[in-house]
């Protein structure tokens, strides 16, 4: 019996420890992926250089209702002299590099420094928001306790990544067969070298995760001509700013365990409750400003005072940033105003990604766009909102830890500034109210029709969204412009994104029938086969992109190719090709149950950038513009596009 108790209590000393490992696994992560997160990168298949006549043709077809038809036919001349000609020459040295280059794909480096060499600011220029949607309980959100819960998840996420247990980001064409443990028990069975042919069989397509490398303590640092992607792999603290004041602290302790909840809650207490003033020069400016001052401006900080070199590298290597606002817009117009530009105080623009939250609670995630694409944060997004919702450990009656030492743990970023300095962030303030000023926001959201009925139709639901912005803008200026609609690559090796040339002939015929001259006489079976045209269209083209078979980035290389070489080429000189790339109309979609809202700037002074989205319960779109364009009058005839085409589809399923 003596034997049976010492068994007993060993299994019972067991399950206790088990049980300790699994809460401090359950505090300390997210989840344990069966298949670890990298698995399936060494045998991504590689992004397709594409055939030139098809990306000649492709560049020809996007043209056709942006040109006349004596200007296309001028165009196809030129066209046909470089597919002949040059265009070989230069795609048979992009094909070669590519071979030469097999971690990688024939887009990326030249992507990289399309962001990183662009010496505009980022603020408007490239970062974009979304904005999580709210916590279901309302008493969870507060600044506080949002902030704290959502930290809290980031942290885990980071070390689920970290770790390499943050499950592959997989794609599934028929979840029933795929999403299973069967699924992953295969695949995970399988080396790396071939894992992703093993999930094919499924139907499944494992995406890229190579971006996710710089999601969290990583930091754009400015330098000359071309900025550099900083990241700090061991670093334990998060920043947070409030009134323009830098805060660091340690969320790790020195075993890499998450420190106790408790004191998170006491940290983000005191800061909040720091009456110290914001700094009358906030450096933090300086990431709103053109590159080219805020490289020399850091340069200069580091020479003002050998201590501001740490406390950048602290900012730089944090985690992430918190941005703790004092102000709480309300109006879907000035929430969109605070979360896509700031203050330009609050906040750490070059971060990769910063969790925004304003008085009321409300969160969003603004971020830096050189490193990443929307589907890695949108997935960063989903498993914060999920764990920060399903397993917070803040709650309403959570006690802040009362011996958490936050006035020596927390530590405020004060930096020494010369005159110069200051003159500096002086200007890079005044201009950056001067173009944030200028930027002007209108918002729809329509319940009339959704996801569901267009499905019902048989009509994709992308493709009408794209029209009703094709006919909001064919309606406001009787004429079809660049338009530009973001679609992910990311099934390939290092994959990041294609254009979609959602105006097409297509959408063209369409605006003339609805809004034209023409138009009035069009009956409603023609609309409804011009309805189909469009979705069948824009559908192809979408596929197309999605598997590297646009045209878009193909031209980009290979005019990025001939400007090395000092060529200057007719396909690239015409004013064609800068007309057809001026976008009028930069388009995104993100649609997820975590998300609400989001948005980013035109991306020309005359054009549109339009976030959408479309679910089983309404449609939404957030619009942006300068003081060209009159951004109400483009969500008016959002508005009245849509109600035609309700219209149409209905007196269709009635006939
Ligand atoms: O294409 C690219 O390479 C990157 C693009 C660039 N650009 C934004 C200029 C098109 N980047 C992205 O597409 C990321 C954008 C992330 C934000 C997307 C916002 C989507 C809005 C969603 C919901 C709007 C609903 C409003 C309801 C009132």
Redesign the pocket.
């Known amino acids: 019996s003596q034997e049976v108790k010492a068994t007993l209590q060993s299994y019972g000393k067991f399950l206790h420890t088990s049980a300790v490992l699994c809460s401090s696994f359950d505090h300390e992560y997210l989840h344990r992926s069966r298949i670890p997160t990298y698995h399936f990168q060494n045998s991504l298949p590689r992004l397709p250089v594409p055939e030139l006549e098809k990306s000649c043709q492709r560049y020809l077809n996007a043209q056709l209702p942006l040109v006349s038809e004596a200007e296309h036919k001028e165009l196809q001349k030129v066209v046909a002299e470089f597919q002949a000609g040059k265009g070989q020459e230069l795609h048979k040295q992009l094909v070669a590099t590519d071979k030469e280059n097999k971690h990688t794909n024939y887009v990326s480096d030249l992507?990289f420094d399309m962001y990183l060499k662009d010496r505009r600011p980022i603020v408007l220029t490239?970062n974009?928001?979304?904005t999580f949607t709210d916590d279901p309980r309302p008493e969870y959100n507060t600044q506080l306790i949002r902030s704290a819960n959502m930290l809290i998840s980031s942290v885990r996420c980071m070390k689920t990544l970290r770790d390499e247990m943050l499950e592959p980001e997989v794609f599934h064409l028929n979840p029933a067969k795929s999403d299973t443990n069967t699924f992953r028990t295969v695949t995970r069975l399988l080396p790396s070298s071939v894992s992703w042919y093993g999930a094919y069989l499924f139907k499944a397509f494992p995406l890229d995760m190579s971006q996710y490398k710089r999601l969290f303590n990583s930091c754009r640092i400015p330098r000359p001509e071309r900025d550099e992607l900083y990241t700090d792999k061991h670093a334990k603290h998060v920043l947070v700013m409030r009134k323009g004041n830098c805060y660091v602290f340690d969320v790790l302790n020195k075993d890499g365990n998450i420190i106790p909840e408790e004191e998170i809650l006491a940290h983000l207490q005191y800061i909040l409750s720091d009456t110290t003033p914001g700094p009358e020069f906030s450096v933090s400016t300086l990431t709103s400003d053109f590159r080219d001052p805020w490289t020399q401006a850091r340069q200069q900080l580091l020479e003002a005072d050998p201590a501001n070199e740490q406390k950048l590298r602290a900012i730089e290597g944090a985690m992430f940033g918190v941005c703790l606002d004092d102000d709480q817009p309300t109006d879907?117009n000035e929430i969109t105003r605070s979360f896509l530009c700031g203050d330009g105080i609050n906040r750490w623009y070059d971060k990769s990604f910063q969790l925004v939250f304003p008085k009321s609670g409300m969160a969003a995630c603004h971020f830096e766009?050189s490193w990443g694409?929307?589907v890695a944060?949108l997935r960063y997004i989903r498993e914060v909102f999920k764990d920060s919702t399903e397993n917070a450990c803040i709650h309403p009656e959570t006690r802040a830890a009362p011996n958490a030492g936050s006035s020596e743990k927390v530590k405020r970023l004060d930096f020494t500034l010369t005159p110069q300095l200051k003159d500096t962030i002086t200007k890079a303030k005044q201009r950056f109210d001067e173009a944030t000023g200028s930027l002007d926001m209108h918002?729809?959201?329509y319940f009339k029709m959704t996801k569901k009925d267009l499905k019902k139709t048989k009509l994709s639901p992308d493709s009408v969204m794209q029209l009703v912005i094709q006919l909001a803008h064919y309606k406001l200026y009787h004429k079809n412009r660049g338009t530009?609609?973001?679609?992910s690559t990311s099934a390939f090796k290092h994959g990041?994104?294609e254009?979609v040339r959602s105006c097409t002939a297509a959408t063209a015929a369409m605006c003339e029938k609805m809004y034209g001259q023409t138009g009035s006489k069009s009956s409603v079976a023609e609309l409804m086969d011009g309805l189909r045209a469009c979705s069948n269209t824009h559908g192809q083209l979408t596929k197309e992109a999605a598997m590297g078979h646009g045209f878009d980035r193909h031209l980009f290389c290979l005019k990025n190719l001939a400007e090395k070489e000092g060529m200057s080429l007719p396909m690239f000189t015409h004013p064609a090709y800068a007309h057809l790339n001026h976008?009028i109309l930069?388009?995104?979609?993100?649609?997820d149950p975590a998300?609400?809202?989001?948005?980013?700037a035109a991306?020309t002074p005359d054009g549109f950038?339009v976030?959408?989205?479309i679910t089983d319960d309404h449609i939404?779109?957030?619009v942006t513009t300068y003081p060209a364009c009159n951004v109400r009058d483009f969500i008016s005839c959002c508005e009245k596009a849509l109600d035609d085409i309700h219209t149409v589809i209905q007196a269709a399923s009635k006939s």
């Open positions: 992507w490239h974009p928001f979304v879907p766009h694409d929307g944060v918002h729809l959201q530009y609609e973001s679609c990041r994104t254009t976008i930069s388009t995104s979609t993100l649609t998300v609400v809202m989001g948005g980013f991306v950038g976030g959408y989205g939404g779109f957030n």
